[in-house]
């Protein structure tokens, strides 16, 4: 079955860095693009970014574009997002999801995983 | 401000009838994009509910169903249940933000 599980989610000082994880199994992680969407505390869903099945293309929401930067290892079955000069407003629960395969045009997360929740404070 | 507009709450009594509205524009659900409904129950992780405005995963209740029209969507159930109580989004795309999906802002649903 599709398992997606994040990691790295800590406690961080606001202008800290942080990079979070997230492990996929139970389908062939380089045949779909994925995506990271947060959830602030009491907030709704944010999309952030997603990658393409090479890791070739990445798109960025504003909030978070020249600050995160998201990556992907095929071969480790594994995506990553850096995230880079946090602000108290980054705190939430970072999900990662699955997106569009690579032969069809979709848009929609059809799996998600458990979150990791990033806090920041000093 | 969310770019698809949802109610923040509706509420109803077991056994009945709601739907939750999902405003978008013609940059995004107008131009003919899909809408998609996700069930975040308390405490765990979004899950996918209804694809491409009216398609049903499989496990998903018939009691759920989706319809569009023009620049909006509506996700409807019936025959409300006490595990039901739940937030609701709905997701589409936009083609004024290359690549970027987009969500509601979200609707808490009271089942009284």
Redesign the interface.
Known sequence: QVQLVESGGTVVQPGGSLRLSCAASGFTFGDYYMSWIRQAPGKGLEWLSYISTSGSTIYYGDSVKGRFTMSRDNAQNSLYLQMDSLTAEDAAVYYCARDRPFNWNYDRFDYWGQGALVTVSS | Q?VLTQPPSVSGAPGQRVTISCTGSSSNIGAG??V?W?QQLPG?????LI??NDNR?SGVPDRFSGSKSDTSASLAITGLQAEDEA?Y?C???DNSL?????????TKLTVL
Do not use: E, V
């Open positions: 969310s994009y899909d998609h996700y765990t992780a979004p899950k996918l694809y491409d995963p937030d989004y997701q589409s795309r290359s690549g970027w999906r987009i969500f509601g802002g979200g």
